[in-house]
């Protein structure tokens, strides 16, 4: 019971700070790189991906477990709603439906590449360095 | 105008309860499903992904706030890109190439047919 709390509190604590940076950067990328295609998110997502793959090294090497308070601070709170996969599918949408279909294939293509390739950078940098 | 204050505690409100639902998920997928292939995520990010489209094309008049809170807030802290990327990562680590695959497909896809389907639904309004 007392874990649970602990879990809770951590979950919430991460996200209280993760959901609100995405919407600060993403605000404040789309008006200086425009709007016309959704690099606010898409930068978001990348940094989040990369700060998921040190964090996944940092606590590999310290043996965090994904229960642990430190990950559900850390990674399922903080960085876990940081990232989105529900604005980036909803931008896609958007996109198609405004006629922009390659747009769109080429905003979902490159997310999901960059990002899992900024998880396994972050990954393997912290490895590198650890 | 609506102060800034107020679109953050709408946000943050949101962000919270999407993911203690996000991190609810992860601990009840493994005990149905096969704990070695990230179900849960894959789970929340489709759902959260009907669930934005669905309520904008349902509540095309709703309030600033509301909306902050529902989609910036709520389906932003229950989906997950980051969590995503280490999974496919993670079965990449181990050789699952194949699961890797699989795994980035699906969410994608799915992702991408649930928002399509969340507008089609959300717009039937009887």
Not at chain 1, 71 to 98: E, I, K
Not at chain 2, 36 to 53: D, E, Y
Request: hydrophobic share 55%.
């Amino acid at each position: 019971m007392a874990d649970a709390l602990v879990g809770a509190g951590a979950v919430a604590a991460g996200a209280l700070i993760g959901g609100p940076a995405r919407f600060f950067l993403s605000q404040l990328i789309a008006k200086h790189a425009g709007e016309k295609f959704p690099w606010g998110t898409l930068a978001v997502n990348i940094s989040g991906c990369f700060a998921m793959g040190v964090l996944a090294s940092y606590a590999g090497a310290h043996g965090y477990s994904a229960q642990s308070p430190f990950w559900l601070l850390f990674a399922t709170g903080g960085l876990g709603s940081y990232t989105t996969v529900s604005s980036f599918a909803f931008q896609t949408l958007a996109l198609a439906h405004d006629g922009q279909r390659r747009t769109a294939m080429r905003y979902a293509v490159l997310s999901v590449a960059l990002c899992i390739s900024a998880v396994a950078a972050g990954y393997g940098l912290a490895d590198l360095y650890a | 105008m609506i102060p800034a204050w107020k679109t953050y505690a709408a946000i943050a409100a949101g962000s919270v309860v999407g993911s203690l639902m996000r991190w609810a998920a992860d601990l009840v997928f493994p005990l149905w499903l096969d704990p070695g292939f990230p179900w849960s995520t894959l789970f929340v990010n489709v759902a959260g992904s009907f669930i934005i489209s669905y309520y904008a094309a349902r509540f095309p008049a709703a309030g600033a706030l509301a909306r902050h809170f529902v989609m910036t807030g709520l389906c932003g802290g229950f989906t997950t890109f980051s969590t995503f990327g280490l999974g496919a990562l993670n079965l990449l680590r181990i050789n699952a190439g194949g699961e890797a695959l699989a795994y980035a497909g699906l969410t994608l896809v799915g992702a991408i047919l649930a928002v399509w389907l969340g507008d089609v639904f959300g717009r039937k309004t009887d």
